[in-house]
Structures are given as C-alpha cells and as structure tokens.
C-alpha cells in the first residue's frame, strides 16, 4: 500500500502555492464593439430630417423649373441610407479580450460572423500605446515576441484607455504571480 506522500495545504492548493482549478480562470474580460455615435432612432430622425430638407428643396426647385434636381436629392437620400445601413451592419462586429495566468487570448469577430483569433503566452506579452496630445490613445498593439495585434481598433480613443488601463493592470498581475 502505498504512503501518503501527497501534501495539500490547508487551504486547498498546490503545494507550490498554485491552485489548478484556477489557472484558467479570466483575469481581465472584456468585448470591445465598434464605436457608434448614432443610434437606430438615431438613424430614423436623420432620414426623416433629410427627407423632408430634400422634399421641400426638390418641390422649390421643381417649380422653378428646375426639375432634374430632384432626381439627384433622391438620389442622396438613398446613398445616405444605404451608407447608415452599411455602418449599422458593421456594428455588429467585436473583439473579445482574455487574459488568464496562462494565455492571453485575443478574438475578433467580423460583421458577417468570420472568426480570427491569436493566442499568447502573457509572461511574453506587453501593452504597447501610440498615444496623441490631442487625440488621445491613438493605437493598442498586443506584442508577444515577434507578433503584434493591434486591439480596440474601432473603439474610441476614450474607449481604448479604459481598455489599455485593464488590460495593463491583468497583465502585472498575471506576471506577478496571481
């Protein structure tokens, strides 16, 4: 029969102070989805406003004699809605932070639901920033070794420092040893 050589300490964990079960577990989570400063009734006041502007504009200019003119407002309005609605539907993508004490996982999700992700050791990994006096946090680059990703691309600079501080402070915690 075999002895107990096993040793668990009084508070469940590893003898090296590690806990298993909790190597996995997220340090810093976040999902960062595309800066977007209009909203879906956003969207319906804007059109209703610039169809009545075109309406109104298109009658004057229709009774002036100046027909063809109003062709090319409805012309505008339909490149207005298809171009909101082009910005709505890449709206719907994201990116999606982990960073636990064994991987720092990046995932961006485009607007038609494709897929990529990068994966990284985060004792080898660094927060780099391009930052702007006037601007703010222009860029968020991810480097571990000799690969870089750039994260909160479509945030707002505001955004990205609220980003770049989390991810920052996850990163010292998880390489000082949890």
């Known amino acids: 029969m075999a002895s107990g050589n096993h040793h668990v300490s009084a508070t469940g964990l590893h003898p090296d102070g590690l806990d298993p079960d909790s190597m996995d577990r997220p340090v810093f989570q976040a999902t960062i989805r595309p800066h977007q400063s ?50 709505f539907r890449r709206g719907r993508s994201f990116e999606e932070v982990v960073i636990s004490p064994i991987e720092v996982m990046l995932a961006r999700v ?11 050791n985060p004792l080898w990994t660094k927060l780099t920033k391009v930052e702007d006096d006037e601007y703010g946090m222009q860029t968020l680059t991810l480097v571990s070794r000799r690969e870089f990703v750039v994260v909160a691309r479509d945030a707002s600079p505001p955004e990205r420092e609220v980003i770049a501080d989390g991810l920052t402070r996850a990163l010292a915690k998880v390489k000082k040893g949890y």
């Open 110 to 120: 485009t607007h038609r639901g494709e897929r990529r992700e990068w994966r990284f």
């Open 38 to 87: 209009l909203s879906h009734d956003g969207f319906r006041i804007v059109m209703v406003l610039c169809c009545a502007v075109s309406l109104v504009t298109s009658i004057a200019c229709v009774r002036a004699g100046y027909w063809p003119v109003a062709g090319f407002f409805g012309l505008d309005m339909l490149a207005l809605y298809a171009a909101l609605k082009v910005s």
